[in-house]
């Protein structure tokens, strides 16, 4: 939900179904891999494990901040 909505509501405002959303989702990523070059792909892998460590040095962060805050109570 990057946009901040969800699949089931862009598809309701298109006027159609939430699964067809899914599968043209899948169909350009499949496109999308294939027309990749081997170091645009390489990139992506990288780009795709940085978010990843990322999203859980976030959550980390999040927890102890909240931790911390009701130490500070």
Do not use: C, H
């Not at 990843?52 to 109570?73: G, T, V």
């Amino acid at each position: 939900m990057p946009l901040g909505y969800s699949v089931q509501k862009a598809a309701d405002s298109l006027g159609i179904r939430a699964n067809l959303l899914y599968r043209w989702k899948d169909q350009q990523e499949k496109q999308a891999k294939s027309t990749m070059s081997p170091d645009e792909k390489e990139e992506l892998k990288a780009l795709r494990k940085e978010v990843k460590q990322l999203r859980m040095e976030k959550e980390i962060l999040k927890k102890a901040s909240a931790f911390f805050a009701k130490e500070m109570k």
